[in-house]
């Protein structure tokens, strides 16, 4: 069965610390999509990583950061020198091309920035 | 270019009350999709659409749910009638490719009392 793993609820930092969120998935396709989402208090998801499982190189934009390695399957995000406008909920989903084209969606993890 | 636009934003209904979310997909998007979120918990998929067609409702309780696509463009999401567990989010989303990662509205917030 296919399923996305968020074990963190809900994650404190104190502004301009770095934060790592975790994702560990779990499907048996060969061909898959990973993707970050934010939900910010005002509700709409917002997209901000798309990696497929043939890629396994790390990327970076900007203060974010993400760790893919297919052999422990996990799909890791860092904020480096994390704001308070980073504080939302993230969500970790997975996508199969040979399925329904639906998204399994993690359980999210808040993060709460402070000043 | 717009976004994926969705009203209401806000609905309290009491329930056994029917209730319709609108949906309005970026131009040029041929899948649309709802999903719905329950509080504390990630989106889950109710129906997908290619164009008019519905071709994946297999989450959709189908006793008092309903949707329906005219055109290809816009789509409603109806519930009737609305129970109290049917209280959440209820996101819709677009894409031309779906792959590429979806573009989500703002959902509705549906509160059934």
């Known amino acids: 069965a296919q399923k996305v793993t968020q074990a963190q609820t809900e994650i404190s930092v104190v502004e301009k610390e770095d934060v790592t969120l975790d994702c560990v998935y779990e499907?048996?396709?060969?061909?898959?999509?990973l993707f970050w989402y934010k939900q910010p208090p005002s509700g709409e998801l917002v997209f901000l990583i798309r990696r497929n499982s043939f890629d396994e190189q790390n990327e970076i934009s900007g203060r974010y950061s993400w760790n893919f390695q297919k052999s422990t399957s996990s799909f890791n995000f860092t904020i480096t020198a994390s704001q308070v406008v980073d504080s939302a909920v993230y969500f970790c989903a997975l996508s199969e091309p040979s399925g329904t084209y639906k998204y399994i969606f993690g359980t999210g993890t808040r993060l709460k920035v402070l000043a | 270019e717009a976004g994926v636009v969705q009203s209401p934003r806000y609905k309290i209904i009491e329930k056994k009350q029917p209730v319709a979310f609108w949906c309005n997909p970026i131009s040029g998007h041929n899948t649309l999709y709802w999903y719905r979120q329950n509080l504390g918990q990630g989106p889950e998929l109710l129906i997908r659409?290619?164009?008019?067609?519905?071709?994946?409702d297999s989450q959709l309780p189908k006793d008092r749910f309903s949707a329906e696509r005219l055109k290809g463009v816009d789509s409603t999401l109806k519930i009737q009638p609305a129970e109290l567990g049917d209280s959440a989010v209820y996101l819709c989303?677009?894409?031309?490719?779906?792959?590429?990662?979806?573009?989500f509205g703002s959902g509705t917030r549906l509160t059934v009392v």
């Open positions: 989303a677009s894409s031309s490719d779906r792959v590429h990662g979806y573009t």
């Open positions: 659409y290619e164009n008019e067609e519905a071709v994946d």
């Open positions: 499907t048996r396709d060969t061909t898959y999509y």
